[in-house]
């Protein structure tokens, strides 16, 4: 059924100024009574708690969120990682006029705390220093607990990636459990989920004009409680989806041979035949989408029945495009009375107008100045990692239509990518060129959660409003999609002739099942925009798994692999392709990863960058890791329909498919030996080169060396001769903060290599 046609949405900059806009833009948005006064402002209208530092940066979410919320005129005040053991710092800016906006920061609090291991990291990047500790499991739930403590008469609006992912029934990896919607335990009045900036200034300007928050059910891109009797929901035509998927309504076939005809039935003529029975062919007119909601399972099922999880799940991804989502409703249970979680559709996104808008906001580009170290600069002890990565770089754009399963950008920035104009791209260049302090002319990255998807998108605006596939991009790149470079090529060219601007890197994750398609584009990048390495993500090699991914094959990093090494030689330099890798995906067998290794060995790989298989909420592959089904191929109760997933669960299985990554770490030797013999592949085992891992066993210390010196563990102090344990494994994840091994530390020594400081 094509999608109706929405009507366009009020811009950002249509509303008219709530009064306190006399006020003007502030340096930083207070987080003090101090600064408060300093601005004339005798109190807030809204408070915005967030688990990061406040770092006023459009990459950090408060700060965006605050910013937009101020040009409408709004005093907005900031409590940043407040001590949320008691309610005297939710009290610290006083009383809100119009609401708390709670978020657990930039990153869901649980995956920002545990690895994929369920370790507790050792430190955390959106604070001061890289402090770990500095937030509390589950922020939102705390948050917004504290903020009814401190005022109980105030709404509270819950947001951010932790709200967005967290929005309905979910899996939950640290409990192994389904848990209920995070607005169910929350308790709080609204949760907005995606990008917020169009869903929140309604909201604002809602509340200013004293409408009640329990009136606001109509604002896409939010959730909502409701009383199954509440009147405001009469007049919604409601589908069942209650159940695992089936046929819908099959109309009788209408027999080729009988005669059609809009005129009144033939009348029976002098031989005495009948009247012939006339059929009227059309299609089956169906509720306007706007007015429609789908019923999902009750969370009381969902939490006990895996089939159930995976079909509202799949239910839930196929209602996520703008154009032709329809409402989502699920039931909860509390104490016999029944409640319903509304979902409403996705927001619509930004135009390029309004994405200029909220990236040219006076954003003063640097943390706030009470993280200042010493010397009054923030580069010292009190510096935040997560700011220091982005400071030099620019975000031209949001979204992602890849889809990959493990993924989550889809589901909270959606798969219509928003782009800036080039302009406003420029200005922002210039603007750090001229007032971060610290900027050499090295622009560090120009990009988003995908490099070049820069204003690529659908051929058809009505195609695209009606479209409801997953991905644009698997298992082939759709027909209809636009895959031209040239904006992103011109952007390039424009951005690098910019005085003062040395070198532009591209930081972000590259698309090279897109890049291949615009050779130009891959030589324009990897004659000017490659600083020695550029990381891609194969993921794997393996057709089963990554058909689980929803990834291309790896002829097709083969491809822009053999153009890179081309455009390089033409350009003179010497540059390297960094791949990535997971370990335990769902639909992962051990062959696969053996095959994984083979291949990285025969290539020359020896990955440092290793990553296992995060279920993170809501994805896809976190409902195939749950249910142990395949929601991409449907679901059924019948085994002989649907797919079933091999996965890879408990600590030994997941162990070994990481030491597979790292099949040149002598620690693992023993594991993938006794795997190998397993698995009837012990002619892999040997001293050959052709072989995987060699047949004798160095003494190890358990140590692991990474490029990353983050990444490294340290040995233990010798007792004397040590013995590698068998199967020991003490590798790290990409990126990520060592876990607490029990390695000792010798003062004023960091972890790393041996005799480093």
């Not at 420029?426 to 001229?434: F, K, N, S, V």
């Not at 091999?646 to 023993?670: C, Q, S, T």
Request: charged share 25%.
């Amino acid at each position: 059924m094509s999608a109706l046609p929405i009507a366009a949405p009020k811009a950002l900059t249509a509303y008219r100024p709530f009064w306190a806009k006399r006020f003007g833009p502030a340096p930083f948005l207070p987080m003090s009574r101090q600064e408060m006064e300093q601005l004339g402002w005798d109190s807030c209208d809204i408070i915005i708690v967030t688990g990061d530092a406040y770092v006023d940066h459009p990459s950090f979410g408060m700060a965006v969120i605050g910013r937009t919320l101020e040009a409408q005129g709004f005093r907005v005040g900031v409590i940043a990682q407040p001590d949320w053991n008691s309610v005297d710092a939710f009290k610290a800016l006083g009383k809100p006029n119009l609401f708390f906006g709670v978020a657990a920061g930039n990153m869901d609090s649980m995956i920002n705390r545990y690895t994929a291991d369920r370790k507790i990291r050792s430190d955390d990047a959106y604070t001061p220093g890289g402090e770990g500790g500095k937030r509390p499991d589950r922020a939102t739930l705390v948050y917004t607990q504290r903020c009814q403590e401190a005022f109980k008469d105030v709404p509270v609006v819950i947001g951010g990636i932790e709200a967005s992912l967290r929005r309905i029934a979910h899996y939950d990896y640290w409990q192994d459990k389904v848990r209920r919607s995070i607005l169910v335990d929350a308790k709080a009045d609204l949760l907005v989920y995606g990008n917020a900036e169009r869903a929140i200034v309604e909201i604002a300007h809602r509340l200013a004009r004293r409408e009640p928050i329990e009136a606001l059910t109509d604002v896409r891109g939010t959730a909502f409680m409701r009383r199954t009797d509440d009147p405001t929901a009469e007049g919604w035509f409601e589908l069942d989806s209650t159940e695992v998927d089936r046929p819908g309504r099959i109309d009788e076939l209408i027999s080729p041979y009988q005669i059609i005809d809009d005129n009144k039935a033939c009348a029976s003529g002098d031989d005495g035949a009948k009247p012939i029975t006339l059929h009227k062919t059309g299609r089956i007119t169906m509720p306007p989408r706007d007015h429609t909601v789908v019923r999902l399972p009750a969370y009381e099922q969902v939490r006990s029945d895996p089939v159930l999880y995976a079909h509202a799940n799949r239910v839930l991804h196929l209602e996520t495009n703008p154009g032709n989502a329809r409402a989502l409703v699920q039931r909860y249970d509390f104490n016999g009375i029944a409640r319903d979680l509304w979902i409403n559709p996705p927001p619509i996104p930004l135009t390029t107008p309004e994405m200029d808008h909220v990236f040219d906001l006076p954003y003063a580009r640097s943390p706030h100045p009470s993280y200042a170290d010493e010397a009054g600069g923030h580069d010292g002890a009190t510096k935040i990692p997560a700011w220091e990565m982005i400071r030099f770089s620019v975000n031209i754009m949001r979204g992602c239509f890849g889809g990959c399963t493990f993924c989550s950008i889809t589901e909270h920035e959606g798969r219509i990518i928003q782009s800036r104009s080039e302009d406003s791209v420029i200005r922002e260049i210039e603007e750090m060129r001229d007032k971060v302090k610290g900027f050499t002319g090295i622009v560090s990255d120009l990009g988003g959660p995908t490099a070049n998807m820069y204003r690529i998108g659908c051929k058809s605006p009505e195609i695209e409003a009606a479209c409801r596939k997953p991905s644009c991009v698997y298992p082939g790149i759709c027909p209809n999609l636009n895959t031209s470079h040239d904006p992103l090529i011109k952007m390039y060219r424009r951005a690098r002739a910019l005085p003062g601007v040395k070198k532009i890197l591209i930081g972000s994750g590259l698309r090279y099942d897109l890049a291949v398609q615009s050779p130009e584009y891959v030589k324009e990048l990897v004659t000017h925009h490659v600083g020695g390495y550029l990381k891609i993500a194969p993921e794997h090699t393996e057709q089963g798994p990554l058909s689980k991914m929803m990834k291309p094959g790896i002829g097709t990093y083969d491809r822009f692999k053999q153009m890179f090494e081309a455009a390089s030689a033409a350009a003179g330099k010497k540059q390297y392709l960094i791949p990535y890798f997971i370990a335990a995906h769902p639909g992962t067998s051990d062959e696969d990863m053996m095959n994984l290794a083979v291949w990285l060995k025969r290539n020359g790989f020896r990955a440092d960058q290793v990553q296992t298989f995060y279920p993170s909420p809501m994805a896809t592959a976190t409902a195939m890791y749950h249910s142990g089904m395949n929601p991409l191929k449907g679901i059924s109760r019948d085994e002989s329909r649907g797919e079933k997933v091999d996965i890879v669960r408990g600590e030994r299985r997941r162990r070994l498919h990481k030491a597979f990554l790292r099949y040149h770490d002598a620690n693992n030797w023993p594991l993938l030996r006794e795997a190998l013999k397993a698995m009837g592949r012990a002619d892999l085992i040997g001293n050959g080169k052709h072989h995987l891992i060699p047949s004798y066993q160095p003494i190890t210390d358990g140590s692991y060396d990474s490029a990353r010196r983050k990444n490294s563990t340290v040995a233990k102090p010798a007792t004397g001769q040590q013995k590698a344990r068998k199967g020991q494994l003490l590798t790290q994840h990409t990126g990520l903060p060592p876990r607490a091994t029990g390695a000792a530390r010798a003062s004023g020594v960091r972890p790393g290599k041996p005799g480093k400081r």
